[in-house]
């Protein structure tokens, strides 16, 4: 199974600055990186982050420091 197979399952992840990707279902998650979101194809995630993350901003850029 590689990463263009129809086969392969990912996971949405998001990071503390708020980012999304995509992740190998059956990997360890690298640190700092979240589940958040549906588990499918490559294009179901794909589809989802695009439907969720409308600001790509990182989180610290978007939000007011204070």
């Given at each position: 199974?590689?990463?263009d197979s129809p086969d392969t399952a990912f996971?949405?992840?998001v990071n503390d600055e708020g980012?999304?990707?995509?992740w190998f279902a059956?990997?360890?998650?690298?640190?700092?990186w979240?589940?958040?979101g549906p588990k499918g194809t490559k294009a179901e995630c794909l589809d989802h982050i695009e439907k969720v993350w409308t600001d790509i901003r990182p989180r610290s850029?978007?939000?007011p420091q204070g």
């Open positions: 199974m590689g990463i996971l949405v992840v980012q999304h990707s995509i059956d990997r360890e998650l690298p640190a700092g979240q589940p958040l850029v978007r939000e």
